[in-house]
């Protein structure tokens, strides 16, 4: 498996800002994504990072909200833009290191925004 | 519709007893993937366990067994002699695709709650 280091592990931030989490992986990797968990809820895809090129988002998703970058194997950020309450939530990195491997996760990050 | 889904908010089980967390999934692929993790209190997500759909045998991975009932579409998780800590949220996750073209993107349930009392 993969150590995947998110940072921040936790935030608390007000309204109208923006934060941007990092995501760092100690080998490099195929496919890295970010997944938010709202309170009390299942994990729900963001987008796929791709490396080099634009994020692959999901539905209910876009990229000026939480755009994206990837300039390596190695590394992935995710920026929270313009936060409501409502993005409250755990944002979690995620990695597989080759098709048909399970996905490993970072820690998490815990956003409140007030 | 839902693709992944977990009939348990909350499971209550005694140490060192047996637990089955219930997980059934509907998919028109005949190639996924079901995965199982677990999430404490602290927030990480671990993985606990593998099953592909073309896996003859039952996956096993130390006190976790995963009761695959592919005609049934059900996936449950068997955890045996239960521990203090396994006490945590427990995800069920599927992904299609899984042989060739898989995009590894996972689809969860809503998890199960599991409180191990002593």
């Known amino acids: 498996s993969a150590v995947i280091s998110q940072k921040p592990s936790r935030d608390i931030c007000q309204r109208g800002t923006s934060l941007t989490i990092q995501c760092q992986v100690d080998?490099?990797?195929?496919?890295m994504f970010w997944y938010r968990q709202q309170p009390g809820q299942s994990l729900t895809l963001i987008a796929t990072?791709?490396?080099?090129?634009?994020?692959?988002?999901e539905s209910g998703f876009v990229i000026d909200k939480f755009p994206i970058s990837r300039p390596n194997l190695t590394f992935s950020t995710l920026t929270v833009s313009n936060m409501s309450p409502e993005d409250s939530s755990i944002y979690l990195c995620?990695?597989?290191?080759?098709?048909?491997?399970?996905?490993?996760f970072g820690n998490g990050t815990r956003l409140t925004v007030t | 519709a839902q693709k992944i889904t977990q009939t348990q908010p909350g499971m209550f089980v005694q140490e060192k007893e047996a637990v089955t967390l219930d997980c059934t999934y509907d998919?028109?692929?005949?190639?996924?993937?079901l995965f199982w993790y677990k999430q404490p209190s602290s927030g990480e997500m671990i993985f606990l366990i593998y099953?592909?759909?073309?896996?003859?045998q039952n996956a096993t991975e130390g006190r976790y067994s995963l009761n695959f009932q592919k005609a049934r579409k059900s996936a449950n998780l068997v955890i045996s002699a239960s521990q203090l800590g396994d006490s945590a949220m427990y995800f069920c996750?599927?992904?299609?695709?899984?042989?060739?073209?898989?995009?590894?993107?996972?689809?969860f349930g809503t998890g199960t709650l599991l409180a191990v009392q002593p």
């Open positions: 995620s990695v597989s290191l080759s098709y048909n491997s399970p996905l490993h």
């Open positions: 080998s490099q990797v195929t496919m």
């Open positions: 990072a791709n490396q080099g090129s634009e994020a692959t988002y």
């Open positions: 998919t028109s692929d005949p190639s996924y993937g």
């Open positions: 099953q592909g759909s073309y896996d003859q």
């Open positions: 996750a599927m992904r299609e695709g899984e042989y060739g073209g898989a995009t590894n993107k996972l689809i």
